[in-house]
């Protein structure tokens, strides 16, 4: 059975509740059954797809819904903060379940994105000169790179 709130299933990566399992509203969002469907296909593959794989993979289980359909259910999603919406320059924007602080890295050979997390203890103060009293209400650092061969 799916735990919740949404946060800890999103970091509970061995399961991946089913679109029947999530219940009826999420963080005030009404959980339609497109937008169970969306969001699974979101938490099952977390190869944080664009908005076009979204629409591919959810098509197998609901051949009726379109690509309008799965944007108004993105848009829906990332709004009420169910899903990280992940933006590299010039590219479609991609999906992210995990709720925790991390940044993203891609690898440029192969264009997989990885979750990336900051080390334990280190706060963004650390290495940034933040005015004081700043408060950050979003995070999004997105790195590109290759792995060490
Ligand atoms: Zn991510």
New binding site residues.
């Given amino acids: 059975m799916a735990r919740f709130p949404p946060l800890m299933i999103s970091l509970d990566h061995r399961t991946s509740p089913k679109p029947e399992e999530f219940p009826s509203e999420l963080e005030g969002l009404r959980m339609t059954k497109q937008r169970r469907e969306v969001l699974s296909v979101i938490m099952n593959d977390?190869d944080?797809p664009t908005a076009n794989d979204v629409f591919a993979r959810a098509k197998d289980r609901m051949p009726t819904i379109s690509l309008a359909t799965v944007y108004n259910c993105l848009e829906a999603l990332v709004s009420h903060r169910l899903v990280?919406q992940?933006n590299f320059e010039r590219e479609s924007s991609?999906y992210?379940?995990?709720l925790a602080d991390?940044?993203?890295f891609q690898d440029e050979n192969s264009g997989t994105?990885?979750?990336v997390v900051f080390k334990k203890g280190v706060k963004l103060e650390d290495f940034l000169e933040l005015p004081q009293g700043t408060e950050i209400s979003h995070l999004e650092i997105s790195l590109k790179g290759s792995f060490g061969k």
């Fill in positions: 977390r944080h990280k992940v991609r992210c379940p995990n991390h940044c993203h994105i990885h979750d």
